[in-house]
Structures are given as C-alpha cells and as structure tokens.
C-alpha cells in the first residue's frame, strides 16, 4: 500500500509513542508538512499524541532551509514558535481532562467497592495507562462491565448516590448516564457477536475472568492529595480480546480510525510479556477471529514496527494483503469513520450511510471472520439503523 509523506510520517509518530523513550526514533519534519500530520491526526482524534511528541523532542520541527529571504526564514520560525506553542497548550488541556477523568474514576471506583459491587474498567482509561504518556491519549468516555449478579444492585447505588438519570435506551449493549460532565457507558455486555454460540464462549470468558479476580491498576487522585485508588481492569489477555474485538466491530460497521488502532499496537506492545498467547488462540479460534486478529497484526508489524508478533502466529501471504486493505480503511475512516461520512448531521441519511457501509465493509472483510460476519449483518445494520448518530 502507497502512503503519502504526511501518512508515513504520523504513523512514525505514533509508532514512537508506543515504544515509549525505549526505542523512539527522532524524526524531522518540515514545518509546513507538519501543519498537515496535525490536520490528519486531528481527524484520528491522535493530536495529543503528536502534541506529545513535539513537546518532548522526539519530533523536530524543521524550518526549510531553501533559497528564500531571510525575512521569509524568520516567519517560519515565528510560525514554528506559535505551532509548539500551541502543541503545549493542546497537552496542557490533555493533562487537565486527564486529571478531571482521575478523580471522577477514583470516586466511581470507591463507591462500587464501598456496595461490594464487582465490575471492570475497560477501553479509555485502562488502555491510557498503557501508554507512555497517559494524558496524551484522547479521552472520550468511561466503559465499564458489570457482571448480570451484580447489575441492577449496580443501577440503584449509581443513582441514588450520585443523582443520575440512567438512560436505559437499549439499543446495543448498554445504559449511559452524565457525572460531572463525564459520559459513563454501563455495559450489560461488552461485545456483540453474529453467532450465538460465540456470544456465549465470549460472555462466559469475561464473567470468569471478573468471577476469578480481576487485574487493577493505581490511579492517583489530584483533588485528595494524591491517594491512590485502586480501579480494576480485564487481565491482558481478556483485554485483548475485548480491545480487537471492539475495533473490529467498528472497522466493520461505521469505519474506525488511528486512535483505536494505536491502542491494539499499544496494548500488544505493554502486554507483551504478559499475553498467554496459547489461552489467546485457543479463544480467537472458538469465536472464529482468528483470520481477523492474524490480519491485524500483520497490520501492526508492518506499519507500527513491532517485532516478535511471530510469537502469535506465522503471518503469510493473505495476512499481508489484508494488512494493506485494513490500513486503507483507517486512513480512509477517521475516528469513528467521521472523515468519510458525507451526511455529517444527525438524521436519517447518515444512518442510512452507516448501515451502507457496514454491508460494504463485511463484504470486504468477510473472509477475517466469515461465520461471524453472516450472521453479524442484519444484526448490525440494524443498529446502525437504529442509533440515533
């Protein structure tokens, strides 16, 4: 697959945010092509990380060095100095919405644990710990799982102690409600599968998982002096499976893009010494992803640079092709698939868009998981349908 400069270059970016100060390669990019990588990480909802990237060294800004006037040069290096400038006033507000989601998650996860309530963090928070820098990653909202013994009792103490309006609107997997000005998704269940059978392997793999203890992480809270709360999280290999599985559900239906992506390279990466990898197989080739997942770590390995995927599987030909063409997609689909929409007002047209997209895409993608995909279709073009995006 061709990638323009602006492309390769953001990919190179994130790649040095997943590897951490570990192995980052320093890149030089010319001031105007960056103003471009901004725009495009801008679209993927990356832009904290590129801030990051700037702000901590491992991107250069290079002013062009050509036969211009010097008056000329030395605009360049004004609008070089206010383009830094405003990359540090982009991870300054990451840093403040990062200590804003601390706090609400500290408190959510003291008041389940005061009721005895199990539950698990998922995506978005848990996957910000992962990174490098955790406030470089976007936020968006809050997922969490609770298990069905726990789920009403659940419902009750979040609106009697925090006064929320649980929105109960079942059109996928979960309730939502507002805290703080933070959007909490509460799900009933995590992933949707076409097959039952594989729903079922899925939902039983998650419950035991939580059942048996599930993994925590420390998050300090800034308004209480900095003490910890412990917020739990799937073990990695769970994790994993949920993080795939949730951005192949999004590949497929509306379009998923660079923010998501990087969080599987990520995740793999932080992971690496942690992922039972014979456990990992054994469930992808019981839910009937394992096309998927070989695909999406061809993707990983050839355009993020990580080494030792082989340690998952051999990758051959096929792999490779669809490496390409899930990469062509990301690119093409922006956060969410928002960069290729063309009704981007809410109605009935752009459900209708989504709903085209999605048979387009898993009638492209059919072969990476095709029991799967035949019975996902009807299921998820009629959500899409539904949704009220």
Request: with cysteine.
């Amino acid at each position: 697959m061709f990638l323009n400069k602006m492309e390769s270059d953001l990919l190179q970016i994130l790649a040095n945010e997943v590897l951490g100060s570990s192995e980052k390669v320093v890149l030089t990019v010319p001031l105007r092509r960056l103003s471009h990588i901004l725009r495009l990480a801008k679209e993927h909802t990356v832009l904290g990380l590129v801030a990051h990237g700037v702000c901590r060294g491992s991107v250069a800004v290079k002013v062009s060095d050509s036969e211009e006037s010097e008056q000329s040069s030395e605009k360049q290096c004004l609008a070089k100095e206010d383009l830094v400038m405003n990359l540090m006033k982009v991870e300054v507000l990451h840093q403040r919405k990062y200590m804003k989601f601390s706090h609400v998650l500290a408190e959510f996860a003291c008041l389940m644990e005061s009721h005895h309530v199990h539950y698990v963090v998922f995506k978005g928070m848990a996957m910000a710990q992962l990174y490098s820098s955790p406030s470089a990653r976007t936020m968006g909202d809050v997922d969490f799982y609770v298990p069905a013994s726990d789920f009403n009792r659940a419902l009750e103490v979040i609106e009697t102690c925090w006064k929320v309006d649980i929105d109960r609107e079942d059109v996928d997997k979960h309730y939502s409600f507002d805290y703080q000005g933070i959007h909490f998704e509460m799900h009933y269940q995590i992933e949707t599968f076409g097959s039952k059978r594989h729903q079922r392997y899925f939902n039983k793999l998650i419950d035991e998982s939580v059942a048996q203890g599930a993994d925590s992480f420390g998050m300090d809270d800034p308004e209480t002096d900095g003490v910890t709360t412990r917020i739990s999280v799937l073990p990695p290999t769970e994790d994993l499976i949920v993080v795939f599985k949730h951005w192949f559900n999004h590949l497929l239906v509306e379009g998923v893009g660079l923010r998501q992506t990087i969080d599987l390279a990520v995740l793999l990466y932080a992971y690496r010494d942690r992922i039972d990898a014979a456990r990992l197989m054994t469930a992808l080739e019981q839910m009937g992803y394992m096309n998927a997942f070989r695909a999406m770590l061809a993707m990983i390995r050839k355009y993020f640079h990580l080494t030792d995927l082989e340690n998952y599987c051999l990758f051959n030909e096929r792999d490779e092709q669809y490496a390409d063409k899930l990469m062509a997609t990301i690119l093409e689909s922006g956060n969410f698939g928002r960069k290729a929409y063309k009704n981007h007002s809410a109605g009935s047209r752009k459900s209708m868009e989504t709903a085209t997209r999605a048979l387009r895409h898993c009638i492209q993608f059919f072969w990476l998981a095709p029991l799967d995909i035949f019975c996902l279709i009807p299921k998820r073009i009629w959500i899409s349908a539904k949704q009220k995006v």
